[in-house]
């Protein structure tokens, strides 16, 4: 966030169409704002990885299917969407034509120091458990035993399975001219780029249902106390009443 907030500093807008090719004006930002957005994919040696790893885990383990696969989902639309949003501002194929520049340092260090963070904190999830379950002995940590963690984590087939196919979709968006213009004629290349892989109405449909909720919800909402009250304790036993286990 602090990134986007460089970002929209120096160029003085935040509209994405406006943007592209930024990496070239602003090397420092975009060297921080990628180590930022590896993070928010989830990607291997970022402390969000650590932390969503732990989390699909025991949703896995102890909780529902369906939590389960709500979760996966979640995880693939923040890197579905955090990729498009990199490649369009620091690499989109159309400069732009908005001023822009490094910020000053007061603006970079922090950006560096957060940075760094992303990239180490996790060494701290042991000791950080360990206390936890020195203090709260009741409960199993499995941050505790982090080396034992990401030797597993790394030796599972599935995790180099997706790091495969992650590098594999990433290295066709900068295959050579030639290649690209010579599969852009297939049949089914050109089916899937009249309906945009899929994705424009996949977020057409989430923009739609969103607006529909929106709609529905703003209703309910009379701003009565004791109507706010009946739809809190209403929604509450309605959690309580789905089958966790």
């Not at 369009?88 to 000053?104: E, L, Q, R």
Request: glycine share 8%; hydrophobic share 50%; aromatic share 12%.
């Amino acid at each position: 966030f602090l990134g986007a907030g460089a970002i929209i500093h120096v160029t003085g807008t935040r509209d994405l169409e406006q943007m592209g090719q930024l990496s070239r004006r602003m090397p420092w930002v975009t060297a921080t704002f990628l180590i930022g957005a590896f993070a928010l994919a989830g990607l291997p040696f970022t402390n969000s990885f650590y932390s969503k790893e732990l989390i699909l885990e025991s949703a896995w383990t102890y909780g529902p299917a369906w939590s389960y696969v709500l979760m996966v989902a979640g995880a693939g639309i923040t890197a579905l969407y955090t990729y498009r949003m990199v490649s369009k501002v620091f690499f989109g194929t159309i400069a732009s034509k908005v001023h822009a520049y490094d910020p000053s340092t007061a603006m970079l260090i922090p950006l560096g120091i957060l940075a760094l963070g992303t990239l180490s904190s996790w060494l701290l999830a042991g000791p950080f458990s360990t206390l936890l379950v020195t203090s709260m002995p009741f409960h199993e940590f499995p941050g505790s035993h982090l080396t034992a963690s990401l030797l597993e984590i790394l030796r599972s087939p599935i995790t180099w399975m997706s790091l495969s196919i992650i590098l594999i979709t990433a290295s066709l968006w900068h295959l050579p001219d030639h290649v690209k213009t010579r599969l852009s004629t297939r049949k089914f290349v050109k089916t899937w780029n009249t309906s945009n892989m899929g994705f424009e109405r996949v977020n057409s449909w989430v923009v739609r249902t969103t607006q529909r909720s929106g709609r529905f919800t703003q209703t309910m909402q009379t701003g009565v106390l004791k109507w706010n009250l009946i739809l809190i304790l209403g929604s509450l036993a309605i959690l309580l009443g789905l089958p966790w286990r």
